[in-house]
């Protein structure tokens, strides 16, 4: 039985759920391993003791290990990082695998999500300093989105290591003056949208009416205990916990060096008091939003959605022009694509049972679609993912 010690935080949501999802496997395959959990952040002293008692494995967040910290750890030992922010200054570990969030998809989505919620004068993201991988991808996605849209985002970049320094607070002050109002902001963080929101609301300013603003992480204590409540992105913690699970074990089993790149998904987005739509067109977008993605998962209609909101199918599909430049039955297409990426990459069911599931005409019609938007086979996508 190999005993894999894991340093996860704990008293956050996501090391929770990467928890969740390691035992997952581990129930799934019937594997048993002898579980060492490190709650607190690890010291050079603790790290040495679990190292000379001996250990056969190592998952942690990139948060609870700092890459000081691996020059101790034998170049042999196998490991698993979950969000690694500087992955090249571990490359010399002989067998390594980085499970990552879509930070590229993080980006996307939420400029996507702002965009379609109202009518902005800006833009604006805050992440952290360029040197941190995830942020800086985080950073360049939702600007590109943006762009690709006819807009322009303002992005701000403060040191990590001192999020609640006064000069940070007063950075993120004289960036929000500048910004041209209504805005939309998206943080790479919830602990950094907070801050954002303390600035705007020391200001006197309105959220939502006058500035939006979402996070990522979807920490739920957090997100719900102030004011006004926090929009979030939620990555799929769980399926990190369960990918670190399924490359630790890969490792373990292989006797040859291994270098693992793993990307998770995105669960969804949960809308809260931070981003609630002012105008009456954003409000119907929304709930149009909410009921496909409700009912995205079987046969759904744009006629379906329109008699939802009490509305005539023209008038639906003219607000859904306006606002998000694409027509509600692109959008139906777009969140069953989406179920349907998360079905293959994250269970076993075969292409027939997906289709089935999601309510499409036949199994032939859901392979063209998925091909013509993707450029490839929904099987060589399994399987990309999966190598």
Known sequence: MPTVLMALPFAFQDGRDC????????????????????????????LGRFLKCGIDGIISNAHQIENRLFRIIPRDMPCVIIDAPNPQLLSKHSKIAFVDIDSE????????????????????????????????????????TLR?????????????????????YAAIRRWATKLHRPTAIMAVCDELARQVINVFAA????????VSVMGVDNESILCTHMKPTLSSIHPDFVKSGYTAAECMARILQSEASCNLYMKCPI????????????????QLIIKAKEFIRDHAEGNVHVADVADHLGISRRLLDLRFREIT?????????KEQLNRVQHLLTTTNLSITEISRQLGFRSENHLKRIFKSTYGMSMRDFRYARLT
Not at 38 to 46: A, F, G, I, K, Y
Not at 108 to 126: D, H, K, P, Q, T
């Open 267 to 282: 669960k969804c987005i949960v809308s809260r008091e931070s981003t609630a739509p002012t105008s009456a067109a954003g």
């Open 105 to 144: 998809a993080i980006g996307r989505i939420g400029a996507e999500y702002l965009a379609a919620n109202a009518n902005y004068g800006s833009f604006g993201i805050v992440g952290y300093e360029s040197s941190v991988r995830w942020s800086e991808c985080r950073i360049e996605s939702f600007s590109g």
């Open 19 to 46: 928890y969740t999802g390691i035992l997952q496997y581990l129930s799934e395959r019937k594997y048993a391993w002898n579980t060492i959990l490190v709650r607190e952040s690890m010291t050079r002293p603790l």
């Open 148 to 168: 690709s849209m006819g807009y322009k985002a303002s992005v701000l970049r403060v040191p990590r290591t001192n999020l609640y320094d006064d000069s940070v």
């Open 203 to 210: 200001g006197g300013v309105l959220i939502p009416q006058d």
């Open 325 to 333: 430049g694409r027509t509600v039955l692109e959008t139906i297409c």
